[in-house]
């Protein structure tokens, strides 16, 4: 019942910005932890950010600095702000979720067990 809907992505030169969004129905935002995910062709899925239940927020070193993730548990939507892109953050963009009740949250993407079907981001040099 779970859904996960990604929009946003897009192709952009490097140094330029893209804003993803994650919509989410079939449960109280607030009572799950959120992230973002991205994964390439021969490559394994990776963590960018995520957001606990309570809003505090784990980067990854890459993203740091550069993207910043947001979310409105009245209307169930995430967001991601993407600055500065890099042609190696070219990759499908995911969101995904798990039921939390603690004040943190993780990057692994074995913890997450909703996941939403990607978006494209394309960085061009």
């Known amino acids: 019942q779970v859904q996960l809907v990604e929009s946003g992505g897009g192709s952009v030169q490097a140094g330029g910005s893209l804003r993803l969004s994650c919509a989410a129905s079939?449960?109280?935002?607030?009572?799950?932890?959120m992230a973002w995910f991205r994964q390439t062709p021969g490559k394994e899925r990776e963590g960018v950010v995520c957001?606990?239940?309570?809003?505090?927020?784990l980067y990854a070193d890459f993203a740091k600095g550069r993207f910043t993730i947001s979310r409105d548990n009245a209307k169930n939507t995430l967001t991601l702000q993407m600055n500065s892109l890099k042609p190696e953050d070219t990759a499908m963009y995911s969101c995904?979720?798990?039921?939390?009740?603690?004040?943190?949250?993780?990057?692994?993407?074995?913890?997450?067990?909703?996941w939403g079907q990607g978006t494209q981001v394309t960085v061009s040099s």
């Open positions: 995904a979720a798990h039921v939390s009740a603690v004040g943190y949250c993780t990057l692994n993407p074995g913890t997450y067990n909703y």
């Open positions: 957001i606990d239940r309570y809003g505090s927020t």
């Open positions: 079939g449960y109280t935002a607030s009572a799950f932890s």
